[in-house]
């Protein structure tokens, strides 16, 4: 069995009253819960706003990551818009060390890219940082190109892969191709933790699936959320629902 890095996260230190994030269900839950990583591959799932991002990027970054994303080698900083969550939360770890890392983050992988071309146009004796990211630079590359290179170029195996929407560049086929790297990257004893919309890659098997609510977060199979059967109903009769949508 593939050992995890990563265990268990809760929320040890009080929160100060006035931050937002103590508005956020997922906070409140992990106050008297804590959330059990079990697999290899742990999805996040849950509405736009829910606190997704907001609960795996305060892992990333309680694990020493870029806010922004990146290795544990990137700090640079465009926009401080991450939440101070890292602060009061607990993780706790497994016996191994992660060979290698990586935050994915959707929303700021531009600049990612952005930072490794800046390193590699400083003057610097060891190889440009882009080889080991396929050797283009990613701005180079459409969005959905630059994404799967990151995953098929970058990413080692065991490792910790933190990846907020990986998904959100990429084509159905390309989805499965990134899965195909997941299952690489899972057979070389790495663990993901991913947020996802996509009821493609939330098939993933043998994955946990926390999904997380106004209640809180709970575990559930991928044929039960709403994702999976609100696009299952809709790609089986598309003119059933535009009625529904459309019609008064
Ligand atoms: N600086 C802030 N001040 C107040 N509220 C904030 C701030 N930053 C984020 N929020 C709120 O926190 C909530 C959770 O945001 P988060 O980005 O974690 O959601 P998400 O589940 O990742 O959504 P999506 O699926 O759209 O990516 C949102 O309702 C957002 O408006
Ligand atoms: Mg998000």
């Not at 559930?220 to 696009?231: A, D, G, N």
């Amino acid at each position: 069995m593939n050992s995890l890095f990563v265990r268990e996260i809760s929320i040890s230190n009080n929160i100060p009253s006035g931050n937002y994030i103590n508005n956020l269900p997922v906070v409140n839950w992990l106050k008297s819960n804590s959330l059990e990583f079990n697999k290899p591959v742990t999805f996040i799932i849950g509405e736009n706003g829910i606190g997704k991002s907001t609960l795996i990027e305060g892992l990333a970054v309680a694990l020493g990551f870029n806010p922004e994303g990146g290795s544990k080698n990137f700090n640079f900083s465009t926009e401080n818009s991450h939440s101070d969550l890292y602060e009061y939360l607990s993780v706790r770890r497994g016996l191994k060390q992660p060979r290698d890392g990586f935050f994915l983050r959707a929303e700021s992988f531009y600049n990612v890219a952005s930072n490794i071309d800046q390193m590699d146009r400083m003057p610097a004796s060891a190889p440009p940082v882009i080889d080991s990211y396929g050797g283009v630079s990613l701005h180079a590359q459409s969005h959905g190109e630059s994404f799967i290179a990151l995953t098929e170029n970058r990413f080692g195996g065991n490792g910790l892969y933190i990846l907020d929407e990986p998904e959100a560049a990429l084509s159905p086929m390309r989805i499965m191709r990134l899965m195909c790297n997941i299952d690489r990257l899972v057979k070389q004893g790495s663990q993901l933790i991913i947020s996802t919309h996509s009821p493609i890659l939330m098939t993933f098997p043998d994955a946990d699936i926390y999904e997380i609510t106004h209640e809180g977060i709970e575990l559930v199979p991928y044929s039960q959320t709403e994702h999976f059967q609100i696009t299952k109903q809709f790609l089986n009769n598309p003119e059933r629902m535009h009625k529904y949508l459309f019609e008064e």
